[in-house]
Structures are given as C-alpha cells and as structure tokens.
C-alpha cells in the first residue's frame, strides 16, 4: 500500500517538526522569555521553515500554549516514571516531593510563568492560556495525589495536596533570580515531616478523628 | 530665612514628584506589564517632564526598583496599621492571614512579579533586583513575625512563616489569569488551623516536645 505509506511517512515527518518547534519554543522562552520568543526566532531555532511553521501553528499563541501543552505531558509521563522506580518505604513520600519541587524549578515551570505573566496584559494569549491553565492545574493536582499514593477521599487531602502544590508553585517563583535551594531543602525537610503526618498513604490506617482540615471544597 | 524655606519647599516638591512617578510606575506594571512601562509612559502618565523623571530617575531600572521598594514600604505599614487595628482573641492570626492574602494578590504583588520574570533575561534589571528582592524578602518575613506575634526563637516557626509566605506568592500566582479567590478561601482556611496549631503566640504555652519541623536553619 504505498499511498498509505506514505501517508504514515508524512505523519511522522509532522510529528517531529511539530516537537522540534514545541521544544524550540520553550527553550526560547527560557532564553529569552515571553517578549523575545517570536515565530521566527522559533522557526530558525528549531531548523524548520517559516511555512511549516505557520501551517502547524498560525499564529504565536497558538504556538506558546502548544508547546507548554506538550511539554506538560511529556514532564508528567518522566515524573511518573521517576516515581515508579522509586523503592517503596517511608523516605518514598520525600522522594516524590523532590521530584515536584524540581519540577516547579525547572524549565518548563519557567516557560509558563513567562507566558502566564504575559498573558497578564495580553488578550489573545490570555483567552489560550485560561483553558490550558485549568486543565494544567486539574492534571498536576492528579499526577500528585497519584505520586503520593494518597487517598482524596480522606479528609484534608485535597487541600493538603493544594497546599504542596501552591508552596511549590510559591519556591518555584523565589528561585527565577537567584539559587534558592538551600532555603528550600530545609523547607521542604520540615514540610515533608508535616505530609507525612497529614497524609496517610492509600492503604494506611485513617487519621483518628477529622479535626482540622476535614473541610471538603 | 528664606534660603532655607525655599530649600525646604524644593524637598518637598521633588518628593511629591519622585511619589507621582513611583506610583505611576507600578500603574503601568499592572495595566502594560514590563514591556508597555518606559520611562517616557510613566513620566506621561505621572504629569511629570521628561526632563524631571530623568533627574530623579536616569534609567528605566532605577524607576521601576525605586517604585518597588517605596510601595513595598508603604504597603507594610499600612499592613502594620491595618494589623493593629485588629481585635485581640483566636480569630487575630487568621485576620492577619486574610491581610497578607490579600498583599499576595494586589496590585503591588502584580508589579514586582512582572519585574521578577522580566529581570530573568534582562541584565541591568537583573542587578539592580536581585538586592531588592533578598531585602524585600527578608522584611516580609520580618512583617510577618511581627503580625502574627509569634516567637522565632522557638523551634518551627521561621520555617512555618517561611512556608506562609511561600504558599501565599504560590496563591497569588494561581490569580493571575482568573479569580481564584474561592480556592484560596478553603485553602486558607485550613492552613489557618494548621497554623494556630503550628505558632503559639508570644505570650502562649511553648508546644510540647521538639518534634518534627524543629530544625533551625
């Protein structure tokens, strides 16, 4: 069948254009942040013409939320991953929030703060932003409950896993300028302590009593 | 003495002008971002000439981390009077929480994150920030001891203010793009019962027993 072969052929030249530019762009928005990643600075990053770069994505929003989209699933795939190879036991919960905190300092935590800052002043990034920010948002708070191996239905453990996720979102921001790291390792150190406590794994014995935090949202 | 009076009158004019101008900064922070605030739109904005703004600010760093720093300042004592101003008894810390969420997601907060993310790939903002931002650090930690009325000598409770505040620029973050405010409200509310678990206040019984979370530092 070589019509259809070719088909398929054509589809993965496709695909790995469209991940050269989606990684060309954030690299750019690393490098250069919102203001210095245009179309064309990506296009020639990447080693793709502009109108292939155009016929994938017309336009730079288009362009932006693409590749944090992307990257966001290709990040969440490596974490869960590197969760999966950690050993079981009690240090297991330290572990995964390391690999959340790196997370939240690396790259693509900076990309998309560039772009969510932008979005900011910005109308027609903002209206591609505020969807994927929400999905971003749902699908992280999930990857956490699921690398902790926690039960949401407990009381607290929502707004536990929010808290995690704020404060790293919050440590992320307090790194962009200088290295924070010390802070945060000792932070963290005492923070980790604090969800041992409030967070009872999944097949652990529940909390005595609900107390405080038992509110649901 | 008339030298003196006009020389006083002088002083109090360039302050009243250097007032306008930092306060239009942070202005065209929230409404134009880092990339819509030249010296030229703020001087505009501020009624001020060109040449003033040049006198008292001669480039476009030196504005916007003058207006940094005078807002940081002003805001932390209206935060102190605000504070005061507040009955006594157990529902004081989370009043006080209520206020610096509320520093998290204002106007001021909005300003100096678009600094912040701009100065990452911008030299000269980058060093004139990068002070700004341990000094600004370290007196909103020191605020923030000194509204809740807890004892940092005591184990645990520069971490738990360190973690506040850490969770709070994460919160104000999560509002950039969309309202987030009923998020927020559940999630404070049960940081604000970790944290009166957490902080006994100055004049309260120290917590039993070390624990978790008392590493210094």
Not at 112 to 137: C, F, M, Q, S
Not at 147 to 173: F, H, K
Not at 195 to 208: C, I, M, N, Q, Y
């Amino acid at each position: 069948m070589p019509v259809a072969s070719t088909r398929v052929a054509q589809q993965e030249r496709s695909r790995a254009t469209q991940a050269r530019l989606l990684e060309a762009t954030v690299e750019c928005l690393v490098e250069h942040g919102w203001s210095g990643t245009t179309t064309t600075v990506v296009a020639a990053r990447a080693g793709v013409s502009r109108g292939a770069q155009l016929h994938h994505y017309p336009t730079r929003a288009a362009l932006v939320t693409a590749a944090v989209t992307h990257l966001t699933e290709r990040r969440a795939a490596e974490l869960r991953a590197e969760a999966a190879a950690l050993p079981a036991g009690p240090r297991r919960l330290d572990r995964v929030v390391d690999l959340l905190a790196a997370a939240f300092t690396g790259p693509l935590f900076v990309a998309a703060l560039e772009l969510w800052v932008a979005a900011r002043t910005d109308t027609e990034l903002r209206d591609a932003l505020v969807p994927l920010e929400a999905r971003v948002g749902r699908e992280m708070h999930r990857l956490t409950v699921e690398l902790l191996g926690v039960d949401e239905r407990r009381p607290g453990v929502r707004e536990t896993v929010q808290a995690t996720l704020d404060l790293l979102r919050g440590l992320g921001v307090a790194n962009l300028l200088s290295d924070d790291s010390a802070r945060r390792t000792v932070l963290l150190h005492t923070w980790k302590r604090q969800l041992a406590a409030l967070l009872p794994p999944d097949d652990g014995p529940p909390r005595s009593g609900a107390g405080p935090g038992s509110e649901q949202p």
